[in-house]
């Protein structure tokens, strides 16, 4: 929010329309509320938690379906051969921004693509794509919880403040992106902070802003 201020705005109009200023927000409130969802979809999106995963194939080989379009084989029409008893790494911080799933602006963060039934359509088609829980039968049990604990936080956070803006002066020093990151492509060339992972995503250094609210005319400004 702190990047794309309009966000914030519209956001926090949202908040404010169905919860109020002061008021936590109810269970009803919550699934009211589709912007945040489609917010908080689009910040999973481009920062899943668990930015890579590992699976194992059965132990009897098979054919897998035929590749999306990025990989050169689908051309030829082959498929890929995976043998038994496999280990597999897959990255969702990688196929969740593949522009032949997503569009050519799967690198901006841009919360309507939740909101556009065409696009919405796609995405309950292959649902697959978008795994920031992981997907199938061993997906994250505690999905539900995590949308509701971060829409919690969202509407308290909205009720309290009007924009955000990057702290990058206190960031630690090595904690921001390489000045070589903008003669990159993707969203490397545009990125104000540095995604780093251990077993979950975070930012390197932590991510510092300075929330600010306008009240009779003046503005507060704090840090976190």
């Not at 912007?35 to 999973?44: G, K, P, Q, W």
């Not at 481009?46 to 035929?66: D, G, K, Q, T, Y």
């Not at 963060?109 to 199938?136: H, Q």
Request: aromatic residues 10%; proline residues 11%.
């Amino acid at each position: 929010m702190a990047t794309t201020p309009h966000v914030a705005e519209r956001l926090r109009a949202e908040v404010l329309a169905h919860c109020g200023p002061d008021a936590p927000p109810t269970y009803e409130q919550v699934r009211g509320m589709k912007y945040m969802r489609a917010v908080i979809n689009e910040t999973l999106r481009l920062f899943p938690p668990v930015p890579l995963n590992v699976r194992e194939s059965r132990a009897e080989a098979c054919a897998l379906p035929h590749p999306d379009v990025t990989y050169p084989a689908a051309e030829d029409g082959r498929t890929l051969y995976m043998p038994g008893s496999t280990t597999i790494i897959f990255l969702p911080l990688l196929f969740q921004r593949n522009k032949a799933l997503w569009g050519p602006d799967a690198d901006e963060f841009n919360p309507e693509r939740w909101l556009d039934p065409a696009r919405v359509a796609k995405f309950v088609a292959n649902p697959s794509i978008f795994a920031p829980f992981s997907a199938g039968p061993r997906i994250c049990i505690g999905q539900n919880y995590a949308y509701n604990e971060a829409s919690y936080f969202l509407v308290r956070l909205m009720q309290k403040f009007d924009r955000f803006t990057l702290a990058s002066e206190v960031q630690p020093e090595g904690s921001l992106p390489p000045p070589e990151w903008k003669e990159r492509k993707g969203r490397q060339s545009t990125e104000k902070i540095w995604p780093s992972a251990a077993l979950t995503l975070y930012a390197k250094g932590g991510l510092h802003s300075h929330p600010y609210h306008e009240a009779g005319g003046i503005v507060i400004s704090l840090f976190i």
